[in-house]
Nanobody, 126 residues
Framework: QVQLVESGGGLVQTGGSLRLSCAASGRTASTHAMGWFRQAPGKEREFVASITWGGGGTSYSDSVKGRFTVSRDNGKNTVYLQMNRLKPEDTAVYYC???????????????????WGQGTQVTVSS
């Protein structure tokens, strides 16, 4: 089992920044990649960004590319999502997820992930 706990969400104005953290515990040695997803009210959950633990390869959705940066601290078993130039449409609950399948490329689909955190709310005011 892998436990994931997100933190860092909150309320920010348009153009502002937030950094989300996802701390992993438990059988973290079995995880090969971590991802961030988000779900806005009335919408389906969507992919945001992902990163492999080993090589640090990353992937981003088109909607956040150039504004968000995903990074990892292997020693702390923590993944971060730095969000800059936030827009009202970034408002959502953000989830981190862990993939225990060997990943040479950062996975981007929900079904590729085995464990999920409880989510953290990000609200961007206009």
């Amino acid at each position: 089992q892998v436990q994931l706990v997100e933190s860092g969400g909150g309320l920010v104005q348009t153009g502002g920044s937030l950094r989300l953290s996802c701390a992993a515990s438990g059988r973290t040695a079995s995880t090969h990649a971590m991802g961030w997803f988000r779900q806005a009210p009335g919408k389906e959950r969507e992919f945001v960004a992902s990163i492999t633990w080993g090589g640090g390869g990353t992937s981003y959705s088109d909607s956040v590319k150039g504004r968000f940066t995903v990074s990892r601290d292997n020693g702390k078993n923590t993944v971060y999502l730095q969000m800059n130039r936030l827009k009202p449409e970034d408002t959502a609950v953000y989830y981190c997820a862990a993939d225990t399948t060997v990943a040479y490329f950062p996975p981007t689909r929900e079904y590729e992930y085995d464990y999920w955190g409880q989510g953290t709310q990000v609200t961007v005011s206009s």
